[in-house]
T-cell receptor, first 108, second 113 residues
Framework: GEDVEQSLFLSVREGDSSVINCTYT??????LYWYKQEPGAGLQLLTY?????DMKQDQRLTVLLNKKDKHLSLRIADTQTGDSAIYFC????????FGAGTRLAVHP | KAGVTQTPRYLIKTRGQQVTLSCSPI?????VSWYQQTPGQGLQFLFE???????NKGNFPGRFSGRQFSNSRSEMNVSTLELGDSALYLC????????????FGQGTRLTVV
């Protein structure tokens, strides 16, 4: 069945770049998404990429997609303390399939 | 433009009771999907409604049901509550089916005691 996997934790220093990785199994995926969840809140759509694209940039966010390896990454440039949250990768065909989430901790 | 509104934000129910959660999508959006989030199972798809019809369903027991009204507002119902139903229930709103952008509400935190 469909599966999305992410590493569970990432710790970075403020001002550095963060890279969160994700792998997925469903070759029928049409779109791949990154969502952010802060404590006690719902999911905030950060960005998404169409499955026939390799890269998408949106301000401090860069998404890279390697379709051959079914690997997706989210790079956050100049990471700030406000970026501390859980980041979910999701793929979409008929529904969103989420990874377990990567907890990003930003320290001074 | 108002976002996705879920009510109530918090609920405490007793085992065996039933509960109804509500979701008002973004104005003009016609697709509403529901997800359950728990620490153990993560985010899991419950069902999707579009034009008042259930279009897709996840692997949940029949105790979980939903509906959508002509104004696109959706409700989900859980009958005969179990302790394991304690979760954050999230609703996602999209302009149409198979659409690129799914926007989530703040969720309803259900606690079953």
């Amino acid at each position: 069945g469909e599966d999305v996997e992410q590493s569970l934790f990432l710790s970075v220093r403020e001002g550095d770049s963060s890279v969160i990785n994700c792998t997925y199994t469903d070759s029928s995926s049409t779109y791949l998404y990154w969502y952010k969840q802060e404590p006690g809140a719902g999911l905030q759509l950060l960005t998404y990429i169409f499955s026939n694209m390799d890269m998408k940039q949106d301000q401090r966010l860069t998404v890279l997609l390697n379709k051959k390896d079914k690997h997706l990454s989210l790079r956050i440039a100049d990471t700030q303390t406000g970026d501390s949250a859980i980041y979910f990768c999701a793929d979409f065909y008929n529904k969103l399939i989420f990874g377990a989430g990567t907890r990003l901790a930003v320290h001074p | 433009k108002a976002g996705v509104t879920q009510t109530p934000r918090y609920l405490i129910k007793t085992r065996g009771q039933q509960v109804t959660l509500s979701c008002s999508p973004i104005s003009g959006h016609r697709s509403v999907s529901w997800y359950q989030q728990t620490p153990g199972q993560g985010l899991q798809f419950l069902f999707e409604y579009f034009s008042e019809t259930q279009r897709n369903k996840g692997n949940f027991p029949g105790r979980f049901s939903g509906r959508q009204f002509s104004n696109s507002r959706s409700e989900m119902n859980v009958s005969t509550l179990e302790l394991g139903d304690s979760a954050l229930y999230l609703c996602a709103s999209s302009p149409g089916r198979l659409n690129t952008e799914a926007f989530f509400g703040q969720g309803t935190r259900l606690t079953v005691v």
